[in-house]
């Protein structure tokens, strides 16, 4: 092991160097240096995704190809021709869903929001409980790590003395 972070200092911020490496190997592309073919394919991937992203959701392009099926408007379209008997149950539909929001919707409202309070409450209980458990785990497991480092380290620093010791009596 090369790295105790509780034993040695991190020197090197690698993120910097991630991001001066990505920079360059953009401008290696731009310029038009010859790369390896898995390389490119990579840039390009990250250059749709990057494309993919910037898109707003609410775009309605036909060619967009969506993961969950779109709700098909047809059931809710009146044709022209359609029939007296059709129109007539559509218009039945409407009047129920009229009937709904004017006359059951208020009077149950109340009941829905108390309800989903009390759901809410239940599930911030249930999360803040899960955080508080993995934290503790996150402080033991640190813990138990960094008395790991340092026992590694007084092993570590032992053989080194005796390397260097060796060392000397083969130089001698």
């Known amino acids: 092991m090369s790295f105790l972070p509780f034993v040695d200092v ?3 911020e690698y993120q910097e160097q991630i991001e001066k490496l990505y920079e360059e190997t953009r401008e290696q592309v ?8 898995e390389v490119v394919k990579m840039l390009a991937v990250s250059e749709l995704d990057e494309r993919k992203r910037a898109m707003p959701d609410d775009c309605d392009d036909p060619d967009s190809k969506r993961k969950q099926p779109r709700i098909s408007l047809q059931r809710y379209s009146i044709d022209e021709g359609s ?3 059709s129109l007539m149950i559509n218009e039945a539909y409407l009047r129920h869903q009229e009937l709904v929001l ?4 208020p009077k149950t409202m109340m009941n829905q ?6 759901c809410m409450k239940d599930d911030g209980q249930h999360l803040q409980e ?4 993995q934290l503790k785990q996150i402080v033991d497991l640190n813990k138990h790590r960094e ?3 340092m026992e590694g380290n007084v092993t570590l620093q ?3 003395k005796q390397w260097h010791n060796q060392l000397i009596k083969n130089l001698q």
């Open 10 to 12: 991190e020197e090197v």
């Open 30 to 37: 731009m310029d038009g240096a010859e790369m390896h073919p």
């Open 83 to 85: 029939s007296v008997e």
């Open 102 to 105: 004017k006359e059951l919707l």
């Open 113 to 118: 929001w108390i309800i989903n309070n009390e």
């Open 130 to 133: 899960t955080m508080d458990r």
């Open 147 to 149: 008395r790991l480092q």
């Open 158 to 160: 032992e053989l080194e």
